[in-house]
């Protein structure tokens, strides 16, 4: 069983709207939330990272934390076809190794 | 940024044969990672180490084996490569240092194919 899910799989949203991507661990020793992204044919990298109950903007982006839950989710505004990318999510249990969802395919389309 | 150098892009193996699988990292981590990815996978965490001499098995070390012999290095073997074992292969490297929140630094990945 994964320790992370992700939710969609994939998702389409036209250039200028809004995505919001869900993910949810369960393992209740799950620490700290990772957003990576993977452009096609390219190795993943961190996006943005939350550790406290709550939100965190950096740009078009913001990330929600309900640790309660263990859920996070993403929200990008203003897509761009840019954006368009595989987006992990991770999550560290107490073993201290990061563990990965399957992934959302996110496609902006001009 | 981090380096982390993986070699080679490509391979193709043949079934039963051995495969290497290397990787080296100029950023001084301690920690290094191998994951794979396939498709409807995410990541899936193979091995890890938390410096040189140390190797620990992830979620799927079955079929394989890791070598850190130095803080640079973390090499992923095959000893019999099978074709469920046809991937893509990244290794990445991270210092959490007191902290158990770090960043990973992925390598662009190796291809390997296994007839």
């Known amino acids: 069983q994964q320790k992370v899910q992700q939710s969609p799989e994939s998702l389409i949203v036209p250039e200028g709207g809004m995505a919001s991507l869900n993910c949810t661990s369960s393992?209740?020793?799950?620490?700290y939330f990772w957003w990576y992204r993977q452009h096609s044919g390219k190795s993943p990298k961190m996006l943005m990272s939350i550790f406290s109950n709550g939100e965190k903007e950096e740009g078009r982006f913001t990330v929600h934390l309900n640790k309660a839950s263990l859920h996070t989710s993403l929200h990008i505004r203003d897509s761009q076809p840019s954006d368009s990318a595989l987006y992990l999510c991770?999550?560290?249990?107490?073993?201290?190794?990061?563990?990965f969802g399957s992934g959302t395919k996110l496609t902006v389309e001009p | 940024e981090a380096a982390v150098t993986q070699s080679p892009r490509n391979k193709v193996a043949v079934t039963g044969g051995k495969v290497t699988l290397s990787c080296n990292q100029t950023?001084?981590?301690?920690?290094m990672y191998w994951y794979r990815q396939d498709t409807g996978h995410g990541l899936r965490l193979i091995h890890y180490?938390?410096?040189?001499?140390?190797?620990e098995k992830g979620d799927i070390p079955d079929g394989y084996k890791a070598s850190r012999p130095s803080q640079e290095n973390f090499s992923l073997i095959l000893e019999l490569a099978t074709p469920s074992q046809t991937s893509v292969y990244f290794c990445a490297s991270g210092d959490a240092g007191t902290s158990s929140a770090e960043t990973l630094y992925f390598g662009s990945g190796t291809r390997l194919t296994v007839l």
């Open positions: 180490s938390y410096g040189a001499g140390s190797t």
């Open positions: 393992d209740r020793n799950v620490d």
């Open positions: 950023n001084n981590h301690n920690n």
């Open positions: 991770a999550a560290y249990s107490n073993y201290n190794v990061l563990y």
